[in-house]
């Protein structure tokens, strides 16, 4: 059985960090392309991140600088790096496995960041 599990959000000040995680089970993981996209309410989900099976990684504009994607093949965990959080990083953040017609989501982390 195929599962994603994403964790690490919570509420952070502006300018914060948080480390975002998700662990995949019951599938190949080192072949996948791992993902973080979010949705913010009544916002279009967007993808924030990407790292390939080879280690090669991209970002969306808006978080270019701030935020880094990487993986653990060993230990089947991709994580996301957030820092200098903005109020508009609000959302709810989804990880994403992709391989061939494979296509797996978690249930999503909610970050909010307010002061």
């Known amino acids: 059985q195929v599962q994603v599990v994403e964790a690490g959000g919570g509420l952070v000040q502006p300018g914060g960090s948080l480390r975002l995680s998700c662990a995949a089970a019951?599938?190949?993981?080192?072949?996948?392309?791992l993902a973080w996209y979010r949705q913010a309410p009544g916002k279009q989900r967007e993808r924030v991140a990407s790292i390939t099976n080879n280690a090669i990684t991209t970002y969306a504009d808006s978080v270019k600088g701030r935020f880094s994607i990487s993986r653990d093949n060993a230990e089947k965990v991709a994580y996301l790096q957030m820092n200098s959080l903005k109020p508009e990083d609000t959302a709810v953040y989804y990880c994403n496995a992709r391989a061939y017609i494979n296509d797996y989501w978690g249930q999503g982390t909610q970050v909010t960041v307010s002061s």
């Open positions: 019951g599938i190949t993981f080192r072949i996948y392309t």
